[in-house]
């Protein structure tokens, strides 16, 4: 962040200044206007910030006012730093999601290292022990045509970066990441995505929330020193097209994490809070000291005053905007009471985490920032956080497709055995292993399901229950229609948690899309909060918090619309968590629900080179809702041996994937035609479920959901036939015969891609 001045004069920036940095002619004449002069140098900063997309959600707070965001679990919704919702014992699971896309593009590693970070801290500023991570990321192809290797060494480069990032942060910090996905896709070429949620316990009445309360009382920052890095992040990265050209002059806007210091800034901040030292707590995220200063006064409807001669530094000769923009990691803010100070700050002496009184709370409304008593920078508290003007979007439908189809890389005229193999081993679905071995998954000992042993993670409670969560969407099916899309993408949490036997609680959501200021683009997120909400308001599983990542696009065109969901759910008895591996020799093996699988927008389709459809099918939500419910209760006592929902490559894949995953073949026959071989196969469609268990007990629920007896678990190889009943008397025939070796072999495609990865730090 730049501010340039008129010779002779250091406080008085140009519109040019206002300008460069992101504000509007007419955001900056407003803020004159509720200035009631010109804005100085820090004054400009500051407000250049709160009014940038990244901190206002100028163009998408009217749409998330229509979400639903109450119900019978809520205990903290959208507002605070994190929503929490009630799962018995006394306790309530704190969780949210965060991007941290446009740094990640410029610096992977600590792009990525710092949105864990920041999604952690989250967590433990409403008095939550962090539980979980979990990641949602984007890429572009792994793997290109000569003329293109340069382009897949980048993304291949982005990917490793992304994951040493999440590994190094997580498993120093000891908080184990439990699940997530990664998408590799042509439009996330030049904007990768990566979206961190993460979890936390908390006792229910020991949550704390950031207003700021009672003039005369101090504010303190403490944690790490404060520094530049990350300076102006906020807008000029997260705000704002990331082309291609000049991304490395980003570099320095790109924060720098280290999870040790934040191991000693958690631990100290649990403690202060279970003293009953602190009135408030806020962490320190986008625009530093200028958003939690001026966001808790705002809350609690006061004033603060703030001192940058008082912050600690780790950089000399900083200026005062520097101050209180600087996105240094490993921060937090709190309002203490006078009696309290020395004992708030002899904690943090304990813990190692500096610490420093460097404000107060007043009663006049205003932000006031002063260096050793001289005020550098006064605002309305309520024009700087609340008065930044909200855009209505102008939507409207393209007429011309967004999107370029794929290129080619499975012939049309393929067998079904072919097609099968090239799923399995295609980037968006072979297995994600020589990932997620990266992470530490069981640190904590509360991990129940591990990567690939569930469709969903399942995390012990002390009383015997368990957290069920999960995280999904499909930015290509998205993108061929957002409203139906964003529904198949919280059907989708929804589904990963039945098959754990979990009942959704509530829902996080990281909304990530390119240019709201372009018609298509408002018409995208438009639809898809639309869905977001009926999709929600159907599962009972409301908002509790979230983010909205905008702008991410470069001169190749926008990403693909990609509103990433995250559920938390609860189930009894942690010792009934669901399985997806077929499990015993002689189960029988059922498909479950009103499942009317297409072609379209499927990864087939994708290998097949094929563009997007103009739409999806329509969904019946309750009736996927009803099947929903008949799996996770019948997980819930046992009757399964194992459980797994139809997504992305179809029913085939999802075959394989229970074969692969419990080490053990099948024997399969499916109601189709020759014509109809590859829809049956390979078509996708939400409410599908591939159950396997006692015969009598499938047939039993079969009584309440459609259900259709398929094959018997056992063998070393999925084998697959077809029949039918046509009008010259019907037939039968094996379409596929693939051994579990050949399929492992296939699945394990990831790591010939990316070898053994990254930095191991």
């Known amino acids: 962040m730049v501010i340039h001045h008129s010779q002779g004069d250091t406080l008085s920036p140009t519109l040019e200044d206002a300008l460069a940095l992101g504000l509007t002619r007419a955001e900056y004449e407003l803020v004159c206007e509720k200035q009631g002069r010109a804005p100085n140098q820090v004054e400009l900063a500051m407000y250049s910030l709160l009014w940038s997309e990244h901190c206002a959600y100028k163009h998408s707070k009217k749409l998330l006012r229509s979400l639903p965001t109450e119900g019978e679990h809520v205990v903290m919704g959208p507002g605070e730093n994190a929503g929490a919702v009630d799962v018995g014992g006394g306790l309530v699971c704190a969780f949210k999601v965060e991007s941290h896309n446009h740094p990640s593009a410029v610096e992977p590693f600590q792009g990525a290292a710092t949105g864990v970070g920041g999604i952690l801290r989250d967590i433990f500023a409403i008095g939550a022990r962090p539980i979980a ?24 480069y982005l990917l490793e970066g992304a994951v040493s990032g999440i590994g190094h942060y997580g498993n120093s910090i000891g908080v184990p990441t439990v699940g997530g996905e990664v998408y590799f896709e042509g439009p996330y070429e030049q904007n990768c995505l990566v979206n961190a949620m993460a979890l936390g316990l908390a006792e229910r009445d020991g949550l704390v929330r950031s207003a700021a309360e009672g003039p005369g009382n101090v504010v303190v920052l403490f944690g790490a020193s404060t520094g530049r890095d990350g300076i102006g992040g906020a807008s000029v990265l997260a705000s704002a097209e990331l082309g291609g050209e000049g991304a490395e002059d980003k570099r320095p806007t790109v924060q720098v994490g280290d999870p040790f210091e934040e191991k000693k800034l958690l631990e100290c901040s649990l403690e ?121 979007l102008q939507p409207r439908e393209s007429s ?52 690939e042993q569930a469709d969903a993670a399942v995390l012990a409670l002390p009383d015997g229950s368990a957290l069920a969560v999960s995280i999904d969407c499909n930015g290509r099916r998205v993108a061929a229609d957002p409203y139906t899309g964003t529904i198949e993408a919280v059907l989708e949490c929804a589904a990963n948690l039945a098959c754990v036997g979990a009942q959704p609680l509530g829902t996080t959501n990281n909304l990530n899309f390119g240019n709201p200021e372009k018609p298509h683009i408002a018409w995208q997120l438009t639809e898809a909060v639309r869905g977001l909400g009926e999709a929600c308001r159907a599962l009972e599983a409301p908002i509790v918090g979230g983010n909205v990542s905008l702008y991410n696009e470069g001169a190749s065109g926008p990403i693909y619309p990609t509103p990433v969901i995250g559920m938390v759910g609860r189930l009894p008895d942690a010792r009934m968590a669901g399985r ?182």
């Open 133 to 156: 991570v979990l990641d949602s990321l984007r890429f572009g192809e792994p793997t290109a045509p000569d003329a293109l290797d340069e382009r897949a060494a980048r993304v291949r």
């Open 400 to 451: 011309e497709p967004l999107y370029p189809p794929p290129a080619a890389t499975l012939a049309a005229e393929a067998t079904p055995g072919q097609a099968l193999l090239a799923l399995l081993s295609s980037p968006n679905l072979c297995s994600r292993r020589p990932l997620f071995e990266r992470y530490d998954s069981i640190v904590q000992s509360r991990t129940v399901r591990r990567p």
């Open 272 to 392: 202060l809070l279970s003293r009953g030292l602190l009135v408030s707590l806020q962490d320190l995220g986008a625009a530093g000291l200028t958003s939690s200063a001026s966001e808790m006064a705002s809350k609690g409807e006061v004033g603060i005053d703030i001192d940058v001669a008082r912050v600690p530094l780790r950089e000399a000769d900083m200026e005062p905007f520097e101050v209180m923009v600087s996105e240094s990691q490993e921060r937090m803010l709190c309002v203490v009471e006078p009696s309290n100070v020395a004992a708030v700050l002899e904690l943090c002496e304990k813990w190692e985490v500096g610490g420093a009184a460097i404000g107060t709370v007043t009663d006049t409304g205003r932000m006031r920032v002063l260096r050793e008593g001289e005020l550098v920078g006064d605002m309305p508290v309520r024009a700087l956080v609340d008065d930044c003007p909200l855009y209505d």
């Open 580 to 761: 997806m591996g077929f499990a015993r020799a002689g189960d029988a093996i059922a498909l479950v629900g009103a499942f009317a699988p297409s072609i379209a927008a499927s990864e087939l389709a994708k290998l097949r080179g094929e563009a997007l459809p103009d739409g999806l099918p329509a969904i019946d939500v309750e009736a996927v809702r009803a099947t929903q419910a008949a799996v996770r209760e019948a997980v819930g006592s046992c009757a399964l041996s194992s459980a797994h929902d139809v997504a992305e490559g179809g029913l085939a894949v999802a075959l394989a994937e229970c074969c692969l995953v419990g080490g053990i073949g099948a024997e399969v026959t499916l109601s189709a035609s020759p014509a109809t071989a590859l829809v049956a196969l390979f078509g996708e469609a939400s409410g599908g479920f591939l159950l396997s268990g006692e015969r009598s007990e499938l047939l039993e629920l079969g009584g309440r959901v459609p259900l259709e007896l398929i094959g018997t678990v056992g063998s070393d190889a999925l084998t697959i036939s077809l029949t039918s009943d046509t009008a010259d008397g019907g037939g039968t025939g094996e379409v596929l015969r693939i051994d579990l070796a050949d399929m492992g072999a296939a699945h394990a495609a990831l790591g010939k891609l990316f070898g053994s990865g990254g930095r191991d730090e």
